[in-house]
């Protein structure tokens, strides 16, 4: 548990509290988001700053599979273990973002096999611990905004979605006299994209 005391007296929330606190206001930012399509979020800021949504974050940065690989930083979350640790490590992410001195580090890139690939390879990016905490509670703010937008027939990289959902959709669509498929996959796209053009 993190209830440590940090050096101000207060306590650091305990993961189980901060994740039943994180879920609520999850709830009601995704109600927001359906309740009003254009409404304007001004204030989320301060929700990735926050003690609980830090710790969620962390949470799931330290249950990654990847958190035994260190970024630039050479920092390897799994082994940020005990508790004074965590919570230090926590403190000082939080006052960076509080104070708006937070700066990403460049991500440490290795070459990796790709599945299916035949031989060939692409990069991994693997950004500091901090740079991941930071990422996980930017996801815990918005993912629940931009989610209320999406259409229930989207599966790519969404919570609660994966690829068996969707062929199940494509095997209950045939069976239902339909008869195509639409796979599509820009091969790099990113990579032969003009970046200035996406800005």
Known sequence: MLTTLVNTGELWPDPDGAWLRVRRMQTKLHQW?????????????????????????WERVRGNKGA???????????????????????????????ARTFTPLPVRERMIPKPGGGGKLRTLGIPTA????????????????????????????????????????????????????????IEACFDASSHCSLC
């Open 33 to 57: 988001a359906v309740d009003d399509p254009d409404r304007r979020f001004d204030d989320l800021y301060n929700l990735v700053h926050h003690p609980d949504f830090l710790t969620v974050a």
């Open 68 to 98: 035994r690989t260190a970024g630039v930083d050479r920092v390897i979350p799994a082994f940020i273990a005990d508790d004074a640790d965590i919570v230090a490590f926590l403190k000082n992410t939080r006052e960076q973002l509080k």
């Open 130 to 185: 901090m740079d991941r905490l930071v990422q996980a509670a930017l996801v815990l703010v918005l993912e629940p905004i931009f989610e209320a937008s999406f259409k229930p027939v989207s599966y790519g990289f969404r919570p609660e979605r994966r690829a068996h959902d969707a062929i199940a959709e494509v095997h209950h669509f045939g069976s239902k006299g339909y008869h195509w498929v639409l796979d599509a996959d």
